[in-house]
């Protein structure tokens, strides 16, 4: 006999086209726990965000029964008002590691002053391990990726544009009134602190020195920024990311 397998909402991305939800049948097998069924359809078990077995919450170590129905619920997608047995605890802080097929997206989002951490060429276990070591959230366009038991946090980005990228993350972690822009460094992904005008007085341009008078410094690299044109075609980046990430 088979069991039934709902997957509802964006985790029918997993599946390729078709119709949300999306109904699948399935043998279930005698020593297969529920995060090995799902994963097994490439829905990765740190996107699940409420799992029901017969219209009941369970946790992803159960086992499916013949006549099953599973339901497999994404955050924030009309999964029913009951206790989950997945979702992991909020966290604390919103921290990032990004993985190296998106290393614009990292740019942007720190330059929206987002903690992200990035390595070029990082590998794949290097990325899982730093993720559950400090509870950052994994982003990334590897699936394979979030499947690794280790990672409690993690998202795989649609978009393949950076700017759509940075809209999706925006949208999906909730993130739209924690832009603090000219907080972080983009290259040292170092938190900036405000310094005097006449510290940084000997590195500036005429017109610089002429029109602008708050700066800030990235203590690590000691690079200078200041609230300029570019900060201005930073902002109304901003603006347009936010107003494009309302819903519809």
Request: charged fraction near 30%.
């Amino acid at each position: 006999m088979t069991a039934r397998l709902i997957i509802y909402g964006n985790l029918t991305d997993f599946l390729g086209p078709g119709p949300r939800p999306r109904a699948l049948e399935f043998v279930p097998l005698p020593h297969a726990q529920l995060k090995d069924t799902i994963e097994s359809f490439e829905v990765p078990h740190c996107e699940v965000d409420q799992l029901l077995v017969n219209g009941e919450p369970a946790p992803f170590t159960r086992r499916a029964r013949p006549g099953d129905l599973v339901e497999v619920f994404p955050v924030h997608d009309g999964a029913p008002a009951r206790p989950s047995f997945v979702r992991p605890p909020d966290l604390p802080e919103l921290k990032f590691v990004v993985d190296c097929n998106l290393g614009k997206l990292n740019s942007m989002m720190r330059s929206l002053g987002f903690d992200c951490y990035y390595e070029n060429h990082i590998p794949d276990a290097r990325a899982a391990r730093v993720s559950a070591a400090e509870s950052r959230i994994l982003l990334t366009k590897d699936r394979r990726l979030l499947k690794r038991a280790i990672i409690t946090y993690g998202y795989w980005v649609r978009s393949e544009m950076p700017s759509d990228q940075v809209r999706e993350v925006l949208r999906r972690f909730r993130l739209e009134d924690r832009v603090k822009l000219l907080s972080r460094c983009i290259d040292c992904n170092v938190n900036t602190i405000e310094v005097d005008k006449e510290r940084v007085l000997d590195r500036l341009e005429p017109l610089t020195k002429k029109y602008y008078d708050r700066f800030f410094m990235c203590p690590k690299c000691e690079k200078v920024f200041w609230r300029g044109s570019h900060f201005e075609k930073i902002k109304a980046w901003r603006d347009s990311l936010a107003t494009a990430s309302e819903p519809k």
